[in-house]
């Protein structure tokens, strides 16, 4: 039996607000229809559902064919010419080569706008929203910005990994990563030899990637592992092992003694409990309360909890997940509206939840990046703070006026001739409150969308709000008023939190 605070949800309480809130969290909401569909199966094959969704087919926005190729590493007979016309002074000829390569970098540009279109029209079409989800999670975990590594192919890759062991094992996501072409490149891990070892990657993977800053580690650690990894590089796409730039010799890692290489430096550290409880930590904050510096008291037991799960489970994902989802304490009141939506958490929920159009995707992308989460890019290795970090007086200012947007099509840089107004029909949100006649009563429309798109307890003033305009337009919700009441519910505080 779990301990206590692992303990299940009564299955008589999975409600249709229960399915709400797994359906906000475990992915990027769902409208109504979506939501009843998912509390009719129950609790337990609610979450397997979500969770075990490489049984579900996902024929929704299939990779394109990105160019592996713009920017592959110059072959031998380019370099000979580069060569050649350096020692003849050939300036045409130099010319010429670095227009070439200017040329490439402005494909590679291009072709990295297209690769994030494709993931944020992934996000908002998939079957299977938790698989996006962990993916931005763990993008947002093993951090690269592709400015740094200017090769839109290796970004793609790197997402793909992501996906391919987003519920699997963290063990072999973690080898994946110190493999990674793009991440050896953003850490310069492909300047890391014997003779000059470089700490970048070592440093990360124990301070960010799996143990937390300054957790159960020394610098001599680092400085060791960072020898471990020595030879770990690349070529062209592909993983390379370089034999003769690895250090050979002994290495001592936390209290281990051996002659260590990258892969064995990750199984050391995976040793210890503390990496089971950073991760578990991070992903408490993501999906259930990102309270800071710390959750409460019960979330703190629920993660340690969680944490010697994850170990007995030799660091598999999708039984913590399960966990997780099935858990009393992922459904207690404390954690309703207990975390910020993040910028893409906002939109694409929204465009899920609200079946309004997605309008221009490049046009969501520019508004992301306005509001501090250009996909691709974190700011730094440590990735996207989250929390109170996502809300500001200017980032405020956009999240409203992208929501209008996706509402009513009208976008602040455009003339009231540029918009496409009356495309978004709204009435399905209200279907399951129609009587026999196919009327809706106003009081129960109004309590009702408050409570699907803001959950917990609402304050009276915001129904006071809604009932007030309604009365303006004698009592009559039509789509039009429907759209005006999203608009008012949506520039609520309450709407930044899910």
């Known amino acids: 039996m779990p301990p206590r605070i692992l303990q299940p949800l009564n299955p008589r309480d999975f409600d249709f607000w229960k399915a709400r809130h797994l359906l906000n969290r475990a992915g990027f909401g769902g409208t109504p229809a979506q939501v009843a569909a998912l509390a009719s199966m129950g609790l337990k094959d609610a979450v397997a559902y979500i969770v075990n969704y490489q049984d579900i087919g996902d024929p929704a926005v299939a990779a394109d064919t990105f160019d592996a190729d713009i920017m592959s590493p110059a072959t031998a007979e380019e370099r000979q010419e580069v060569q050649r ?51 931005l999670f763990w993008h947002g975990h093993f951090a690269t910005g592709y400015r740094s590594i200017e090769d839109s192919y290796h970004m ?166 399960e966990t997780l989802f099935m858990s009393e304490h992922f459904y207690a009141d404390a954690n309703a509206g207990a975390v910020i939506k993040s910028p893409l958490q906002l939109i694409v929920q929204a465009v899920r939840s609200l079946l309004t159009p997605a309008r221009s995707v490049r046009d969501l992308l520019g508004a992301c990046d306005l509001m501090g989460q250009n996909l691709f890019q974190p700011p730094n290795v440590k990735g996207w703070e989250g929390g109170e970090s996502w809300i500001n007086t200017s980032s405020l200012f956009i999240r409203q006026n992208v929501l209008i947007y996706l509402l009513t099509g009208h976008s602040p840089q455009a003339m009231p001739w540029q918009t496409a107004p009356g495309d978004y029909d709204a009435l399905h949100l209200l279907e399951s409150l129609r009587d026999d006649q196919g009327a809706v009563d106003p009081e129960a429309a109004i309590d009702y969308l408050l409570r699907f798109n803001l959950g917990g307890a609402i304050h009276p003033q915001r129904a006071e709000t809604l009932r007030a305009f309604i009365t303006q337009r004698d009592g009559a919700i039509d789509n039009a008023a429907l759209i005006a009441l999203l608009s008012l519910i949506t520039a609520m505080p309450e709407y930044q939190l899910s």
């Open 156 to 321: 793609f890759r790197q997402n793909q990994l992501f996906r391919a062991h987003a519920t699997g094992s963290f063990r072999e996501l973690t080898l994946g990563v110190i493999r990674d072409p793009a991440m050896i490149r953003y850490l310069n891990n492909d300047q890391n030899n014997r003779r000059a070892p470089n700490e970048n990657l070592a440093r990360e993977l124990m301070e960010l990637f799996t143990l937390g800053e300054g957790h159960d580690y020394t610098e001599d650690d680092i400085k060791q592992g960072a020898r471990a990894l020595t030879g770990y590089g690349f070529q062209d796409d592909a993983f390379v092992f370089r034999q003769r730039l690895h250090d050979p010799e002994l290495k001592t890692i936390l209290g281990r003694t051996g002659n260590w290489d990258g892969d064995d430096f990750v199984s050391i550290i995976l040793t210890r409990p503390v990496a089971g409880e950073f991760i578990c930590f991070k992903l408490y904050r993501y999906f259930v309360n990102d309270r800071r510096p710390a959750p409460p008291e019960a979330g703190q037991r629920f993660v340690i909890e969680l944490a010697k799960l994850f170990r007995e489970q030799d660091y598999q994902l999708r039984p913590v997940l």
């Open 85 to 135: 016309a350096r020692r003849a002074g050939d300036e045409a000829v130099l010319e010429r080569l670095r227009m070439e390569r200017q040329q490439r970098q402005r494909q590679d540009r291009q072709q990295m706008g297209r690769i994030q279109e494709w993931w944020l029209q992934k996000m908002i079409e998939s079957p299977r929203p938790l698989e996006e989800k962990l993916t």
